[in-house]
């Protein structure tokens, strides 16, 4: 068993983290919120007074935080724990953040001599709960190796997306693939419906298609097409609009320094956002369904 | 067996009607070039000197036309064939078309009192030739199955998407989902590539998380990712550019007609557009890619 | 003075109309609405029972109608007009419809000697009341001569954009224009303004700069930069969003009908379709910037 | 007369000391490239061994960098020059970079109590070397009440758009909107000369419409419209692709970092990035007119 620090203790991070916990593992959690770091110590967990003090002689750090300029500051500002993170420690960070930031972090870590990845997550707050969290990391196959017990603590699934930073940038990468089958298959249900096809007909005809795709399978938009996802409960739960747009943006900030061109992924980034200025923004990301829709179902 | 009349020999038609000559049925056939019409007469078919001609005594009309203008000429023209069709003859028109144009044949032949389905294929030249179409039909359910002895001498699956024309608009909020996943996966693939990762890494990962798509999967544009898909033998074979932005106009059209919005599709129309402008209109549609990547693979 | 009949009597075709009764000419008029009928009546033109009675032995036909299929209908339909126009007429049209659709009525007219302009306009209501339209006229020069007086009755501006159809054409690519105008500026204004910039400073920076343009300058759809603009009350009045949407759609379907790729006037039609679909419909197209503000000024 | 630090001496900034050491300023100079200092001190300029020498005792120290990253090192960095600059002195950087760079480059000066100004120019190199350049300037009006003697000893014309920071976003709004007006004028253009339109008629018809706006006054994009531009010496020369690309991203940035919708201004970003991909970096902005063009004039 481990010495772990566990910082940040969100709506994800707090599940992981009593996973940790549940494994066995000696944790010493920080978070600015009192009443968050409260429910780790109920659970036995160290409560530390500030970041620098969880992970003084922690074997393991890991880090879960909200973007890119929380990881920033947690390592690299002026308080940043870097230079107190004990040597010979693993360091992962299960934050989604733009590559940039990932890599500046990998590099002030490197600089000290520890294996360090980047390790952001899918699965929601449910798989959080449930330690049935995806990671897709970045970083040396010796460092995931070593962090395989911690991560299947926490998930089921483990990707090596490639060398610091890759995980943040196939992680970006999915999701905006996925905001874009999402809309896009908002578009084909909506455009089939108002011209009077049955959605649900459209739907199954699609999926067994060249249209077939997660969204329409899985996740299905349309209200009434499937039951148990969001659009049957009126777009409550799931992962929200603001989550989706948050990470569009990572996707064309990372293609704005690459000079890359994703036409696609940039209008599915505006139209997300224009949905969550128009009120939307907790609502479920299959939401992207109703500025479409003629007869205003919802 | 059965009297058929089969007007429109190209690349899908000439495979359509000798699968149906195979299946033991009697055809008469016509089209504007001799020399398709002497293949099928070679293989056993009636060649008649124009449409009408063909149709006559004809208990099945079966079309297969390049586009709506086609279309509309050979039922609703000057010398349409409307007039001419028998008596309880059943009418099949397996052409690509706008809705608008389906709906107005299919008016013009209930006027008539006959059986009509709009029924567009997807499966190409290599499904034609196999006799593994699929048709999305739009009718009355009893003419459909009148349809299904000949439908399945073409074709391994049919679907029933609705009334008349609801099977031109199942094809079209198909392809049209088909073009945006394609150019999508593009955009994430080529993201992902100019930041380092491996395209066959990231096509995995992907695969196993929410960007799954048939696009992906079967038919991934990176060249290298898979064998025996166009992307692996310099874009050729497959479904055109040219084609796909054809059908991605008649989604717009059908979207412009009944006032939906369909941004990304629109946007994608815009793509293969462009991308045929440049050149690369006989090319496979997995080839929108090429614009895309930096280091001028292709 | 001509004697003139006159078919389509709404919002526009009324007061211009009413124009040519005071300019002196002789009018017989038509339209679906009896009170819009009686209306013109009521100033001293004869009313008729239906188009052709109108058309019978007039030396001048205008006809001003909402769309493409209405024009369709009364000069091509099965009761269509056009083999009931007296010999040697001028026949003008001044909807604003496909130029598909123009080149197919220019084409009738034409195959019976007679001489035809499409001759849409722009100028609103208020325009129209006032006599101070602008006309964007296609067909042929001569024609235009011979149109002029009648077209001066009405307007004040008369361009010649080209052969038959040209009108048309030149109209939808001003409005697309003009559609991506609006919408360009109210994201300029609206990025501006959220990051703290006064919107009448940045006007005016942007109107002496290179981003100069008739929205900007005389129609600033941000509220509070400009005095009598709809911004100013609510977006009322003006031009409405659903005529920018149906514009947008004739430039739209005319990009498809020649394979040409305009992305910025496709995605420009979906926004003002989404803002339609929202409720916004009969507002003024500037609202356009709503969707847009963060602190929902609106 | 002042003593002056200038930083950054490429195909814009040694123009600019130029024209500042012909106004009778002192100036050191430093540039990482030996010979853009050696054509400075020719004229005059003293040469400093770096940056930090350069602003020794200097009244006035302007930069003119090419990126956020170079305008952030030169200031900030490890070596940076924020110590080094003599109390009382007045700071004017003339890049054009993210308003995020510029505020925390003000801030930084602000803490040593220095008066500075964000002031990014337009007018190109031909201004650059005229004097005739354009500033936009985000600070104090009262720092920029001392700028104005240098800034008009440089250009013609000045516009105070705010506070720290707004120099940046009125200029990058600015050309986001005229990279909109461009391509929006060019997909005008094609469109009416696909459908047979005299590009130079259409272009006075709108020019004298509500599609009036800059580019197509006085920079018009097709072929043979308009002498004297790039477009009539085949898109030599200008304001480049890569540049407007490069602005481009920098207001998608700021969007994204203030979660705005820039719809079309993002969809500009990506087919100015298409085209550079292409091989068109380096031809003047208006070229963005070729990937729309049938008949392959270029």
């Known amino acids: 068993m481990s010495r772990i620090a566990f910082i940040g203790l969100g709506n994800m991070g707090a599940p992981m983290a009593h996973n940790l916990l549940k ?29 620098r003090a969880a992970v003084e002689g922690a ?7 909200p973007a890119s300029t929380h990881v920033h500051g947690l390592y690299l500002g002026q308080q940043g724990i870097v230079p107190h993170i004990a040597d010979g420690a693993l360091v992962i960070d299960c934050s989604t953040i733009s590559a940039a930031t990932a890599q500046a972090v990998a590099q002030a870590l490197a600089a000290r001599g520890l294996d360090a990845l980047d390790a952001p997550v899918s ?6 709960a449930a330690g049935t969290l995806t990671f897709i990391v970045g970083g040396e ?11 299947s603590a926490m998930g089921k699934n483990v990707f090596h997306a490639g060398g610091s930073g890759a995980g943040q940038i196939a992680k970006i990468c999915n999701n905006m693939l996925l905001g874009i089958l999402m809309a896009g ?13 049955d959605p649900k007909v459209l739907s199954d005809i699609m999926g067994k298609s060249s249209g077939r795709n997660w969204a329409l399978e899985l996740y ?35 293609a704005i320094a690459s000079r890359c ?16 200025l128009s009120g ?13 829709l003629k007869d205003q179902l919802y």
Chains 1, 2, 3, 4 share one sequence.
């Open 59 to 65: 074997q393991v750090v890991i880090s879960m935080l």
């Open 261 to 276: 061109a994703v036409p696609l992924g940039e209008l599915a980034r505006n139209l997300y956002g224009m949905h969550s």
């Open 123 to 128: 699965g929601g707050t449910a798989g959080a």
């Open 23 to 51: 494994a066995g593992h000696e944790l010493a959690v920080f978070d600015l919120s009192a009443s968050a770091v409260q429910g780790l110590a109920d659970a036995g967990a160290r409560s530390a007074p500030d970041a």
């Open 220 to 254: 299905n938009p349309y209200p009434g097409v499937m039951e148990n996802v969001p659009a049957a409960r009126g777009y409550s739960g799931g992962f929200g609009v603001d989550l989706m747009h948050k990470d569009l943006g990572l996707a064309a900030e990372a």
């Open 185 to 197: 298959t908002a578009e084909a249900l909506a455009l089939g419906a108002a011209h009077g096809l």
């Open 141 to 151: 196959a010796a460092a995931l190796e070593r962090a395989r017990p911690y991560l």
């Open 280 to 292: 939307a923004g907790t609502l479920d990301f299959s939401s992207i369904i109703q500025p479409l």
